[in-house]
């Protein structure tokens, strides 16, 4: 099983263009889309975090049903479901603007160690963040490391980051305890301050990560483990919007390790160059899949013909 652990939240898409334009509401959140796409994907994935019991974090919860997910590590309160309002650059890039005073997913309690059977959690976005949620996500990932593949994606939204070097410090401090590390190049840069991507991914491998992923947008996705760099271009599509795009990079990368037997720090140590070739051109269809729909809607397994 795979442990997916973060927020779920409401991102409200624009619909229509002009400066206030109609606001159509889409299910999101950074880990809520990793697992929807790696159960979507075929991968027994089980979603960790507190969700609203209002309509929205029905709907949430619907939604994971729908796609394959497992909802037993999932809180529930009455608190309000977090929202996301959408800005779309004429690239189809996503900007954000985010309503989180008090809402459900801040409020996530330990759940203790993972169930036997997990062999992975994925953690990122705003909830390593916002506190108090983000201190217990971290205990997730300090008290896991040691037993099952820990996967991060920072995934950076810098406007609710208060205090960057601070945040960076602390990003810093859970690399000993990552075992894969996914990363945009562009939080690449913003994480290290500025640099060389290449560079940077080579400091943080030896901080703790057996392999760190970047993805580069339009450039494709690429890989470095150990001395290797493998690259893989983009999957060609007609872009609606990018929301999501990460995201299902991540769920697909932790689907692709799941077929194939590889949900462990040595065994994606292991990996080949090949290996990885094919696990980034999977992972990058996936996502060309999600760019081509509106709001973040990774495909299901059936719709791939890359493996």
């Not at 497992?70 to 603007?97: F, H, I, M, N």
């Amino acid at each position: 099983m795979i442990v997916v652990a973060g927020e779920a939240l409401v991102d409200l898409v624009p619909v229509t263009d002009g400066e206030l334009a109609d606001l159509a509401p889409r299910l999101g959140g950074g880990p809520y889309n990793v697992a929807v796409a790696a159960a979507r994907l075929g991968a027994p994935a089980s979603f960790l975090s507190r969700v609203s019991t209002d309509l929205f974090g029905e709907a949430l919860i619907a939604r994971l049903h729908a796609s394959g997910a497992r909802t037993d590590l999932v809180q529930r309160g009455p608190e309000p479901t977090t929202l996301a309002v959408v800005g779309l650059a004429e690239d189809g890039s996503a900007r954000y603007s985010f309503y989180t005073d008090g809402t459900a997913d801040r409020l996530v309690t330990d759940p203790g160690p993972l169930p036997e059977g997990a062999k992975a959690v994925s953690l990122g976005t705003l909830s390593l963040v916002l506190e108090p949620g983000a201190t217990t996500y971290e205990q997730v990932l300090r008290r896991e490391s040691g037993r099952v593949l820990t996967v991060l994606d920072p995934n950076i939204r810098a406007a609710l980051i208060r205090d960057p070097d601070a945040y960076r410090a602390r990003f810093r401090s859970w690399l000993p305890d990552v075992g894969l590390l996914k990363v945009s190049v562009e939080d690449a840069k913003w994480l290290a301050d500025g640099g060389d991507v290449i560079e940077i991914a080579r400091g943080w491998l030896k901080q703790g990560p057996v392999a760190v992923v970047l993805t580069k947008g339009g450039d494709g996705l690429a890989v470095l483990a150990g001395n290797d760099l493998v690259e893989v271009p983009p999957t060609k599509v007609d872009v609606v919007d990018t929301i999501g795009a990460g995201d299902t990079v991540q769920g697909a990368l932790l689907a692709w390790l799941h077929e194939h037997d590889a949900l462990a720090v040595e065994k994606v140590r292991a990996l080949t160059t090949d290996e990885w070739s094919e696990a980034l051109t999977f992972a990058a269809a996936a996502a060309a899949i999600t760019c081509s729909r509106a709001g973040a809607e990774p495909p299901f397994a059936s719709e791939l013909t890359v493996r």
